[in-house]
């Protein structure tokens, strides 16, 4: 089955604290979505319930058609292992060294041999200039290789769903150049992406369509183009 | 009188609440494992051989030590007390009952608490606040293998064997150290406590670690688990995790003692 994901009716919120409302978008096999929002709209709320991380107080979250609220275990790890999400935080693993972060969810899964795990690993390391850090623990390094490692980690499995929280925050030109040659070559393989972003610039950079969000609300959905516009008019109307 | 009554039912419904939910997390995480596909099972099984190394192999040198000078003040007292009283027939029996089945199984828990136990609830704290967990779960790994099964099975393991191993120093060391100013020949002595010991002390002693294992492991990962977002709700779930630890190990340490009584 292609990649694809489907929101439909979600609601969320906290005690006291709507979230989002009756949100309902959907993507599927090569499609570059970027989540747009002001700081605090929710928009790492939205990735997390959209890759199953938490789940909604309704509605349904579906990737490759299947709920993950629902499903079996054999069918959630089979979406898993299809999946690559970056934090924004990288949320490498503390006790484990770069090396061992990276093959964990190969080891985990028992993906190929110890010997075809062990090159996969060298492969990722090198092809994100990790190589001299290989035996560092994450706090051993400095923000902007912990990113690369975190980045390193979400594609290590060739996932075909690949979920970005702000990947270009706080990230240094070269990171940033990286970030955008990675999310191209992504798509063109077919890989669905969902990015999210409060910097209109970024989004336009990472996605082809874009998806604003304000007050758990969707402003507008389309191309880059497109939403620029209607952001710039909900802008002066002052809706948003 | 009524509010008190209500006030002491309340508490106990929440003590057993809380044990219920204790051995959903112990159940689901050992049939997780026991249930898993092979390279996952042997994945958490790893991880239990590291919990084993940290717990067990690592505490060797403290809890060896500890037992030595508890082991030499308990068989000095006996062997010098006792005769006192005309309860030479005793010492033996007094050693086993004291060191084997008491203090043996009681003190490695509190030694397992205060060292295995803080550093799991804080490691699971700190992997909620950073997002591991989550990072965990986009991944595809289950943190009852992950994190669950392996402390329950590796702390438990090690809780046994240290157990045994502070029984041995205590007797055995605690006795060399003593014979520097006691009389007692070494013969002596081990007859006096071989023909003492009986297969109950050892279950008694054994299921006691047993139980003490699962319940430091159980309760350190379950307080880790109850952080939400905060860094600063990390130390306050790790003294809940060590005070619990400790009341129901003796809790536990109580009715067991209690039942092999009765």
């Not at chain 1, 975190?150 to 075909?160: E, G, Q, Y």
Request: proline share 3%; glycine share 8%.
């Amino acid at each position: 089955m292609d990649p694809n994901i489907q929101i439909q009716n979600l609601s969320f919120g906290y005690p006291g604290k709507k979230i989002f409302d009756s949100l309902t978008f959907a993507a599927e096999k090569g499609r570059s979505l970027a989540i747009l929002g002001a700081s605090g709209s929710g928009k790492t709320t939205l990735l997390k319930l959209a890759a199953g991380i938490i789940f909604p107080a309704s509605g349904r979250v579906l990737i490759n058609g299947i709920d993950l609220v629902q499903a079996a275990r054999s069918q959630t790890q089979a979406v898993y292992r299809d999946l690559g999400f970056l934090f924004q935080d990288t949320a490498l693993i503390a006790n484990m060294n770069i090396s061992d972060n990276l093959a964990l969810p190969l080891r985990y899964h028992g993906v190929g041999s110890p010997d075809e795990i062990a090159r996969r690993v060298q492969d990722s390391l090198s092809r994100f200039g990790l190589e001299n850090y290989a035996e560092s623990l994450p706090a051993q390094i400095s923000v902007g290789l912990k990113k690369r490692a975190a980045l390193a980690r979400a594609l290590i499995n060739h996932p075909r769903l690949l979920f970005l929280d702000d990947p270009l925050a706080e990230a240094d030109l070269h990171f940033q150049e990286m970030i955008i040659q990675i999310a191209r070559a992504q798509k063109a393989q077919g890989t669905l992406s969902l990015t999210t972003t409060s910097n209109f610039a970024d989004a336009a950079r990472l996605a082809d369509h874009i998806i604003l969000i304000h007050q758990g609300k969707i402003i507008k959905t389309g191309s880059p183009a497109e939403v620029e516009t209607a952001a710039l008019q909900a802008l002066q109307e002052g809706q948003i | 009188m009524g509010k008190l009554l209500l006030y002491l039912g309340q508490k106990l419904a929440n003590l057993v609440n809380y044990l219920v939910e204790l051995s959903t997390l112990w159940s689901s995480s050992l049939s997780a494992f026991f249930l898993s596909p092979r390279p996952e099972r042997r994945f958490s099984f790893q991880i239990m051989l590291r919990q084993i190394l940290f717990t067990g192999i690592e505490a060797l040198p403290t809890i060896g030590t500890i037992a030595l000078f508890l082991g030499v003040v308990v068989i000095i007292q006996s062997l010098t007390q006792l005769p006192r009283f005309g309860g030479e027939e005793y010492v033996g029996k007094i050693l086993v009952l004291v060191i084997l089945r008491e203090l043996g199984p009681l003190m490695t828990a509190f030694l397992v608490i205060g060292r295995s136990g803080t550093a799991i609830s804080t490691e699971i704290g700190n992997m909620i606040v950073s997002h591991e967990i989550e990072a965990l779960k986009v991944m595809g790994i289950d943190t009852r293998l992950f994190l669950v099964a392996p402390r329950i099975m590796g702390v438990t393991t090690a809780v046994i064997c240290l157990s045994l191993y502070f029984d041995l120093i205590a007797l055995l060391g605690g006795f060399i150290v003593a014979k520097l100013i006691l009389i007692t020949s070494f013969s002596s002595f081990a007859r006096i406590l071989f023909s003492s010991i009986t297969g109950t002390d050892l279950i008694i002693s054994l299921l006691k670690a047993f139980l003490f294992g699962n319940l430091i492991a159980l309760v350190c990962v379950y307080q880790g688990f109850s952080v939400n977002i905060s860094s600063t709700e990390v130390p306050q779930a790790t003294t809940r995790a060590m005070v619990q630890t400790l009341f129901l190990v003796f809790l536990a340490n109580s009715l067991l003692t209690l039942l092999f009584y009765l």
